[in-house]
Nanobody, 115 residues
Framework: QVQLVESGGGLVQPGGSLRLSCAASGSSFSIRVMGWYRQAPGNQRELVAGITRGGSANYADSVKGRFTISINNAKNTVYLQMNSLKVEDTAVYYC?????????WGQGTQVTVSS
């Protein structure tokens, strides 16, 4: 089994920055891809950014140029640096890991962008 624990959410003003972290434990060696999803009230969960163990990343169009995903394989930790935050970035952010055969989710961390 794999456990994913997120940290770093909070309240920030528009234009501000936050950094989310997600640490994987347990059978984390099986994870091939990690990423971040988000879900705002009334909306479906959507992919924000994903990254492979090798460092290949992809982003949702809405966050390109503002968010950066990175991974530290030695620490089994994935990060999401969020800059130039907008009100519409407000959501619960979930860490996701995939081994190909199984998917794992963190408990979620709230990000609120408000003045």
């Amino acid at each position: 089994q794999v456990q994913l624990v997120e940290s770093g959410g909070g309240l920030v003003q528009p234009g501000g920055s936050l950094r989310l972290s997600c640490a994987a434990s347990g059978s984390s060696f099986s994870i091939r891809v990690m990423g971040w999803y988000r879900q705002a009230p009334g909306n479906q969960r959507e992919l924000v950014a994903g990254i492979t163990r090798g460092g290949s990343a992809n982003y949702a169009d809405s966050v390109k140029g503002r968010f950066t995903i990175s991974i530290n394989n030695a620490k089994n930790t994935v990060y999401l640096q969020m800059n130039s935050l907008k009100v519409e970035d407000t959501a619960v952010y979930y860490c996701h890991g995939s081994s190909g055969a199984s998917d794992y989710w963190g408990q979620g961390t709230q990000v609120t962008v408000s003045s």
